[in-house]
T-cell receptor, first 114, second 113 residues
Framework: NAGVTQTPKFQVLKTGQSMTLQCAQD?????MYWYRQDPGMGLRLIYY???????DKGEVPNGYNVSRLNKREFSLRLESAAPSQTSVYFC?????????????FGDGTRLSIL | GQQLNQSPQSMFIQEGEDVSMNCTSS?????WLWYKQDPGEGPVLLIA?????ELTSNGRLTAQFGITRKDSFLNISASIPSDVGIYFC?????????????FGTGTSLTVIP
């Protein structure tokens, strides 16, 4: 069972470069999320997609865009990378709706911006 | 955003000891979740709590959803070296547009053999 798969696992970019982080889940979940994790700050929500065709901003959306390509895939794009975006990025998915269901996480993408 | 205060920030304990950590918030949550994160990996769900007052166990782990719905605790009994990691609490809110999750800053656990 793959669960939530993120690619790439590691990436180094120069300031100003663009990049797309990919995420796919095979659990037929409706909702998908992108978080960033920084030391001492826990996980902070960047964007989420409650269902296919919808996306909404989270706590820290500036500098990012997302695309819910289909039910399985949710990508995160950095159009012009900045050193402040150096972080570990996690994708997660969950069953959406009024049923309280927890999230399942990928293993993360470690991104360094020089 | 919602603030979750998780304590303690870090713990160093002897193998075999019990561990207790908690999470508090000024907001009421629909669900409380506890995750463990190992180095280089994503968080893995340990326990999910769905009702105020609920007490749930998963092996040596026990967690409770506070009566006020603003807090939760996690206990680990008879700790072992593989319990090492960072433990996160998370609160879930349900909106018409979907679910949102808010995370604590984590408790780093070190178990000394």
């Amino acid at each position: 069972n793959a669960g939530v798969t993120q690619t790439p696992k590691f990436q180094v970019l120069k300031t100003g470069q663009s990049m797309t982080l990919q995420c796919a889940q095979d659990m037929n979940h409706n909702s998908m999320y992108w978080y960033r994790q920084d030391p001492g700050m826990g996980l902070r929500l960047i964007y989420y997609s409650a269902s296919e065709g919808t996306t909404d901003k989270g706590e820290v959306p500036n500098g990012y865009n997302v695309s819910r390509l289909n039910k399985r895939e949710f990508s995160l794009r950095l159009e012009s990378a900045a050193p402040s975006q150096t972080s570990v990025y996690f994708c997660a998915s969950s069953v959406e709706g009024r049923i309280n269901q927890p999230q399942h996480f990928g293993d993360g993408t470690r991104l360094s911006i020089l | 955003g919602q603030q979750l205060n998780q304590s303690p920030q870090s713990m160093f304990i002897q193998e075999g000891e019990d561990v207790s950590m908690n999470c508090t918030s000024s907001s009421i949550f629909n669900t409380w979740l506890w995750y463990k994160q190992d180095p280089g990996e994503g968080p893995v769900l340990l326990i999910a709590l769905y009702k105020a007052g609920e007490l749930t166990s998963n092996g040596r782990l026990t967690a409770q959803f506070g009566i006020t719905r603003k807090d939760s605790f996690l206990n680990i009994s008879a700790s072992i070296p593989s319990d090492v990691g960072i433990y996160f609490c998370a609160g879930q809110l349900l909106f018409d547009t979907g679910n949102q999750f808010y995370f604590g800053t984590g408790t780093s656990l070190t178990v000394i053999p």
